[in-house]
C-alpha cells in the first residue's frame, strides 16, 4: 500500500487533531503519585543520559518492573527539559499523536477499509480513558510500549503480504523494543495469531493436508515471539516480587480476584461506552464484590463472546477484536496482583484497539444492511469523536496538579487509602501539615495496619514538632517492617530532637546500611552528626549525599556548607551555600550561612 496524497491527509490530521486534543496536557503540572520515582526525585534520570544510566537502566528493578527502553527515555526528556514539566508531557503528547497514525496505517493496509480504519484510529486516539497514558509522566511506558507494538504488527503484515524475511526480523526487533518499554506487550504474538484469521486469512485451510503444511509453519514462526515474551516474564516475574509489587494470595484470595477479574471486564466495556468518574486509582473496598455484580459480568462475557463465535464465518472481525480485548487485557486484569488496585484506564491502552475494531466495522455492517445514507454515517462519526475530545479535554485538566488529580479521585471512588496517602503527601509537601494529617488519618481509618500511612503520619507528625507521636509511628512501621529503612530515618531524627544521641546515629545508621544509596537518609544521618559537633564524619556523609543525588541536593549544599563553616573553612563553604541557593533560591539556611561566611571573612578581605 503506497501512502497517497489520502492517506497522508488523514495521518496528518490524525497527528494534528491528537495534538490539539490534548494540548491541555502539555501545561501540565507533575503530580506526586509515580512521578517522583520516575523522574521529579530519581537522581540517576535527572543526570540526564550517560553511559553509567544506561548501564543502570539496563540492570536496575526500580518501580518494581524491568523497563530499560523507558528509563532511558526519561533521561532524555530530563537532559533536554530538565525539571520543565511542559516539555516532558510535549513529548508524551507527541508519542501519542504517533501512535493513532500507527493504528490508523495498520488496519489500512490490513482491510482496506479506508474510513473505517480512520474512525477506529480516532477513537484509539481521542478517548477520554487515553488521558491517565498520555497526561501521567509515568506513564510514558504504555507509549513507548504501543508505539513499538503497533510498528511491530505493521511489519509483521507487511512481512506476511509480502514474505519479506527483512519485515519479519523488523517486526522481531520492535517488538523486542517494545518489551523494553512495558512487558504488558508479552502478547502481542496472540495478536499476530488474531490477525492471521482476520483480515489476513492465512489460517484459511481448504484441506486436512494443510493443516499440517500451513498451520506449523504459521506457529514456527512464532516461536522467536514467545521466546522474548517468556525472557520478558522472568524478568518481570522477578523485578515484581523484588520490588514488593506482587501481592500474595492471603492479601488477594484467588476467589476475590477470580470475581474481580470478571467485574473488571465488564466496567471496562461500560466506560469504553460511557467514560464517567475516571480515576487515577481504583480501589478493592476490603469487602467482597456483590454477587449481583460477579453473575451479571460473567453471563455479559459469556453472551458477548457466544455471540462473536457463532459469528465468526460471516463477521470474523467481531472475535477478533473481541479475544483481543479480552487477551491483551489478561497481564493486569488481576490474575497476578501487582498493587493494590482493582484495574486502570491505562491498562486500556492496547486493549482498546481490538474492541474499537468490533464496534467500527460491526456498525459499518449494520449501517449497510439499513442502507444509511454514507453521509449520515459520516456525521454520526463527527459528533462521536468531538463529543470523546470534548470529555477528554475535561478529563485532562483533572490532571493539571496533584491536588485536582486526587481530590476528584476521592469524590468519585469508595473509600480510598492509597488517594488519601498521596494527596496527605501533597499537602505536607506544600507545608499544609493540618490538612495532610487529617488525610492521613483517613487512610489509617481505612487500613490500620498500613505501613506507607504509618510511616506518613509520623513523618507529618516530626514536621509538626509532635515528636513522641513521630516516635510511636515509626516504631509501629518498624513492628510491620523491621527492614524499613525510612522508618528507621525517621525514628533517628526523632531521638535526636529528644537529645536521645547515639540511641538516634545507631537508628540512622542502620537506615543507611538498609538503604546505602538514599540520599535522603545520608543527609539526614550527616545533620545529626553536625549538631553532634562530629564534622569529619558530618562532611563525608554531606559528600556521599551529593555524589549520590547532585541535581536535587539544596539541603545537602547547605548542611556540607555549614559543616564547613563549623570547622573553620569559610571560604571552602561559600561555594556550597551558592550552589543551593541556585538550587533552592528560598534557601534560609543556605542565606544566612552565607551571610556567616562572608562576613568572617570579610575582615581578611
Known amino acids: 500500500m503506497k501512502l497517497d496524497r489520502r492517506t497522508i491527509a488523514v495521518s496528518a490530521a490524525l497527528f494534528l487533531g491528537t495534538l490539539l486534543v490534548f494540548s491541555r496536557a502539555i ?25 553509567e544510566g544506561i548501564r543502570w537502566a539496563l540492570t536496575t528493578g526500580a518501580a518494581a518492573n524491568w523497563h530499560p527502553l523507558t528509563w532511558i527515555s526519561h533521561m532524555v526528556d530530563w ?24 493504528v490508523f496505517l495498520l488496519f489500512r493496509r490490513l482491510t482496506n477499509a479506508f474510513w473505517l480504519s480512520a474512525f477506529s484510529a480516532a477513537l484509539f486516539a481521542w478517548h477520554p480513558l487515553r488521558v491517565e497514558s498520555v497526561a501521567w509522566i509515568a506513564e510514558r511506558k504504555d507509549l513507548l510500549s504501543g508505539f513499538f507494538g503497533l510498528f ?4 509483521y503484515v507487511v512481512y506476511a503480504q509480502q514474505h519479506s524475511a527483512k519485515w519479519y526480523w523488523l517486526s522481531l526487533g520492535t517488538f523486542a523494543l517494545g518489551l523494553l518499554a512495558k512487558p504488558m506487550l ?52 522477578v523485578a515484581q516480587s523484588h520490588g514488593g509489587g506482587v501481592r500474595t494470595f492471603t492479601e488477594f484470595p484467588i476467589a476475590l480476584r477470580l470475581s474481580n477479574v470478571l467485574v473488571s471486564y465488564a466496567k471496562y466495556l461500560l466506560l469504553a461506552f460511557w467514560p464517567n468518574d475516571l480515576a487515577v486509582y481504583y480501589p478493592y473496598t476490603g469487602t467482597d464484590i456483590p454477587a449481583w455484580q460477579i453473575i451479571g459480568a460473567a453471563l455479559l462475557l459469556i453472551a458477548i463472546t457466544a455471540f462473536c463465535f457463532f459469528q465468526r464465518k460471516i463477521r470474523p472481525y467481531l ?30 491502552y492496547i486493549p482498546s484497539i481490538g474492541l474499537f475494531i468490533a464496534i467500527v466495522f460491526g456498525l459499518a455492517d449494520i449501517a449497510e444492511k439499513l442502507r444509511v445514507a454514507p453521509w449520515v454515517s459520516a456525521a454520526i462519526a463527527n459528533v462521536v469523536v468531538l463529543v470523546l475530545a470534548t470529555l477528554t479535554n475535561a478529563q ?14 476521592l469524590a468519585v471512588t469508595p473509600p480510598n487509602a492509597a488517594i488519601e496517602n498521596v494527596l496527605g503527601f501533597a499537602l505536607h509537601k506544600s507545608g499544609r501539615l493540618d490538612e495532610a494529617a487529617a488525610h492521613f488519618e483517613k487512610a489509617l481509618q481505612l487500613t490500620p495496619d498500613d505501613h506507607i500511612s504509618l510511616l506518613y503520619m509520623g513523618v507529618c507528625r516530626f514536621y509538626q514538632g509532635r515528636i513522641p507521636e513521630a516516635i510511636q509511628y515509626a516504631q509501629a512501621v518498624i513492628r510491620l517492617q523491621p527492614d524499613a529503612a525510612k522508618a528507621r530515618d525517621l525514628l533517628g531524627m526523632s531521638l535526636a530532637m529528644q537529645n536521645q544521641n547515639e540511641a538516634a546515629l545507631d537508628e540512622m545508621r542502620r537506615a543507611v546500611q538498609l538503604a546505602p544509596e538514599d540520599a535522603d537518609i545520608r543527609n539526614d544521618l550527616g545533620a545529626a552528626l553536625l549538631r553532634l559537633g562530629r564534622i569529619p564524619e558530618a562532611i563525608d556523609e554531606f559528600h556521599e549525599t551529593l ?9 545537602a549544599h547547605a548542611n556540607l556548607g555549614s559543616a564547613l563553616l563549623a570547622s573553620g573553612k569559610a571560604q571552602e563553604s561559600i561555594p556550597e551555600f ?13 542565606a544566612d550561612g552565607l551571610r556567616q561566611a562572608q562576613a568572617q571573612l570579610s575582615p581578611q578581605r
Open 578 to 590: 551558592e550552589a543551593a541557593l541556585r538550587l533552592d533560591p528560598k534557601s534560609k539556611a543556605a
Open 547 to 555: 555524589r549520590l543525588n547532585p541535581n536535587n541536593a539544596a539541603p
Open 152 to 155: 511491530a504488527l505493521w511489519a
Open 396 to 409: 485532562i485538566h483533572r490532571w493539571s496538579d496533584s491536588f485536582t488529580l486526587f481530590k476528584h479521585a
Open 79 to 102: 537532559s533536554v527539559f530538565e525539571d520543565d514539566p511542559h516539555g516532558h508531557h510535549a513529548v508524551s503528547v507527541v508519542w501519542h499523536a504517533l501512535n493513532a497514525i500507527l
Open 27 to 51: 501545561g501540565n503540572d507533575f503530580v506526586n503519585y509515580d512521578d517522583p520515582v520516575y523522574a521529579t526525585e530519581n537522581p540517576r534520570v535527572q543526570a540526564g543520559l550517560t553511559p
Open 319 to 348: 472475535i477478533v477484536g473481541w479475544l483481543w480485548f479480552l487477551g491483551t487485557l489478561v497481564p493486569v486484569i488481576g490474575l497476578v496482583q501487582v498493587g493494590g488496585q482493582t484495574m486502570a484506564d491505562r491498562y486500556f
Open 186 to 237: 508479552v502478547t502481542l504474538p496472540f495478536v499476530l495469531l488474531l490477525l492471521d484469521y482476520w483480515p489476513l486469512r492465512r489460517l484459511d485451510l481448504a484441506s486436512p493436508r494443510e493443516v499440517a503444511t500451513k498451520r506449523w509453519p504459521l506457529l514456527r514462526e512464532k516461536l522467536p515471539l514467545f521466546a522474548l515474551v517468556a525472557a520478558s516474564a522472568v524478568v518481570t516475574s
